[in-house]
């Protein structure tokens, strides 16, 4: 849970739907807090096998659902440094793989979190793409109005 812990406490949470970036920010994030929760619950880390390399990651950003979790300063996990950590989710994964990034670069071994048994990641890849779809109308709900 150690892991769980450290992408809570990220300075920002950036969605990737099919490459349009969208910052999730007040209620948005609080309700990806609680079902991010919801999912990872009772999950484990496991040994990651992965090892990234920058213009793979890149590139495969521009496709599908990506998760971006920003630090302002460098964290330091299983003795492997980062100060952005990037997964890719899939409605059916049962697990979580975290390309590790520091300094702009992406490279290096990975994290895995693997969820509970017959957990996926379908109701938040649901969440993600509702909220980026509508991320206009979030982001004016959210301002003060005058």
């Known amino acids: 849970m150690e892991l769980i812990r450290i992408l809570s406490a990220a300075d920002k949470v950036v969605a990737v739907n099919e490459g349009e970036e969208f910052e999730l920010t007040g209620a948005i994030r609080d309700s990806f807090e609680h079902k991010f929760h919801s999912m990872t619950a009772d999950g484990y880390e496991m040994p990651a096998l992965g090892v990234s390399l920058d213009a793979m990651v890149k590139t495969a950003m521009a496709e599908g659902l990506w998760l971006k979790f920003d630090y302002s300063r460098?964290?330091?996990h299983?003795?492997?440094?980062?100060?952005?950590l990037a997964v890719q989710l899939r409605p059916e994964y049962s697990g979580l793989e975290f390309v590790r990034g520091n300094g702009g670069t992406y490279s290096g071994r990975d994290y895995y979190y693997s969820l509970k048994?017959?957990?996926?990641?379908?109701?938040?890849?649901?969440?993600?793409?509702?909220?980026?779809?509508?991320?206009?109308?979030?982001?004016?709900?959210?301002?003060?109005?005058?």
Request: glycine fraction near 8%.
């Open 74 to 76: 460098t964290k330091t």
């Open 78 to 84: 299983r003795e492997m440094p980062f100060d952005r």
């Open 117 to 146: 048994k017959g957990q996926t990641a379908a109701e938040l890849c649901e969440f993600l793409k509702g909220a980026g779809n509508n991320y206009d109308d979030f982001k004016d709900r959210e301002k003060p109005r005058t």
